[in-house]
């Protein structure tokens, strides 16, 4: 397989492609980090103002994922990447255009949702390779694409650096400099324009195979029913932490205490329509 590697053909240029699809959502999804002090600074924000854009920038990834992999097994992972990559744009155009901290704060949950694209390419990568490959490729998958977190950090405030050194071209006149800006926006403007190309440059399988859908993608279906109460008790911490996200949101200001009860009770809801859809798919089962 190594030796076969580098000739982009067949399954080896669907694992380059989405390598780099993976590469891409990466340094879109770790873009704050190595702007935050330019950022801090530009909105005057204080350190837990930041602490909780920080914390925004992962909230909705697990949730996210859940969902992404639902949309995979019904629709693929060739359109469900390149949507994800084209949709990355929005948030990180609107970050970038952000004029207060609640605009950073709305524009940084949206973003948080591009961070569910690792499980997109796994699939993918599963469909291409056989058993006795699978393990190197998703390797090479997992590795190459989680260096966009490392390449985002040493490469972002560079580009910003680089573009401060052009006098009023980066700068509102009288205002503040545009440069973190225009690198933020940037990043996601990159990730659209491959998202096309990903989608008009590779299938969801290799000829000849057919792509395996779920009879229903509402939930997921057990084998017993004490798996299943298993999965109601799984579903617990991730409508948990969102709870914990939103009394974050009030302590810092960007909720009402009428707002954080809304938001308490939507998560309850979410939850108990997550257990339902749950409990359609298994109620043979029960």
Not at 87 to 96: D, K, V
Not at 108 to 135: D, N, Q, Y
């Amino acid at each position: 397989m190594l030796g076969e590697m580098w000739s982009f053909r067949g399954r080896y240029k669907i694992l380059h492609m989405t390598w780099f699809a993976f590469f891409l959502s990466f340094v879109v999804w770790f873009n704050l980090a190595p702007l935050a002090t330019a950022i801090a600074e530009d909105f005057g924000l204080e350190p837990g103002q930041i602490r909780t854009i920080a914390i925004c920038n992962v909230a909705l990834t697990v949730p996210a994922r859940v969902i992404i992999g639902m949309l995979l097994d019904k629709y693929g992972p060739r359109l469900t990447y390149s949507l994800l990559l084209m949709y990355a744009a929005i948030p990180c155009i609107a970050f970038a255009s952000a004029q207060n901290f609640n605009q950073l704060v709305i524009s940084r949950l949206a973003l948080s949702i591009v961070g569910a694209g690792f499980v997109i390419g796994i699939r993918m990568t599963a469909e291409w390779f056989p058993p006795k490959e699978i393990g190197l490729a998703e390797g090479i998958y997992g590795g190459w694409g989680n260096f966009g977190s490392a390449f985002s950090a040493f490469t972002l405030v560079t580009i910003a650096s680089a573009l401060s050194f052009f006098p009023g071209a980066f700068q509102v006149i009288d205002g503040p400099m545009l440069n973190w800006r225009f690198a933020i926006a940037g990043t996601g403007i990159i990730a659209a324009l491959y998202g096309i190309l990903y989608y008009f440059s590779v299938q969801d399988t290799p000829p000849g195979k057919v792509y395996q859908r779920p009879a229903s993608a509402r939930g997921l279906e057990v084998t017993t029913v004490r798996d299943f109460w298993g999965l109601m008790l799984m579903n617990l911490p991730l409508s948990g932490i969102l709870i914990v996200l939103a009394w974050r949101l009030s302590k810092v200001g960007f909720l009402t205490p009428t707002g954080f009860t809304i938001a308490v009770l939507a998560l309850i809801g979410l939850y108990l329509f997550q257990a339902y859809n749950c409990w359609a798919v298994n109620k043979d089962l029960l």
